[in-house]
């Protein structure tokens, strides 16, 4: 069973910046895929980057695409997600999810089909 921990969230003024991070319990290599999504308040989930594990080639929701950057850091089983440039927009419930799946502009359209969730991090700005 692979868990996954979220951290970094919190509030800040539009404009601003944060970093939320992700460590993976499971050997990262194993997670194919792994990514970040957001739940906006009364909203459905959304895709906003995923990453290949064993490569790199990062994917970003139209949304937050020259804003946010996603990276990873395989020796320590973490993923993070840089954010800037912040909007009121980008409220939301964020959760990092990963897969064994190697198709991640999948999983950036069809969050439902990620197969690990962690508890995810609330971002508010305002």
């Known amino acids: 069973h692979v868990q996954l921990v979220e951290s970094g969230g919190g509030s800040v003024q539009a404009g601003g910046s944060m970093t939320l991070s992700c460590t993976a319990s499971?050997?990262?290599?194993?997670?194919?895929?792994m990514g970040w999504f957001r739940q906006p308040p009364g909203k459905g989930r959304e895709g906003v980057a995923v990453?290949?594990?064993?490569?790199?080639?990062?994917l970003y929701s139209d949304s937050v695409k020259g804003r946010f950057t996603i990276s990873q850091d395989n020796a320590k089983n973490m993923v993070h997600l840089q954010m800037n440039s912040l909007k009121p927009e980008d409220t939301a419930m964020y959760y990092c999810?990963?897969?064994?799946?190697?198709?991640?502009?999948?999983?950036?359209?069809?969050?439902?089909?990620?197969?690990?969730w962690g508890q995810g991090t609330q971002v508010t700005v305002s």
């Open positions: 499971a050997f990262k290599y194993n997670l194919g895929c």
């Open positions: 999810a990963a897969d064994p799946g190697s198709n991640c502009a999948w999983y950036l359209a069809r969050p439902a089909d990620f197969g690990y």
């Open positions: 990453i290949f594990s064993l490569g790199d080639s990062p």
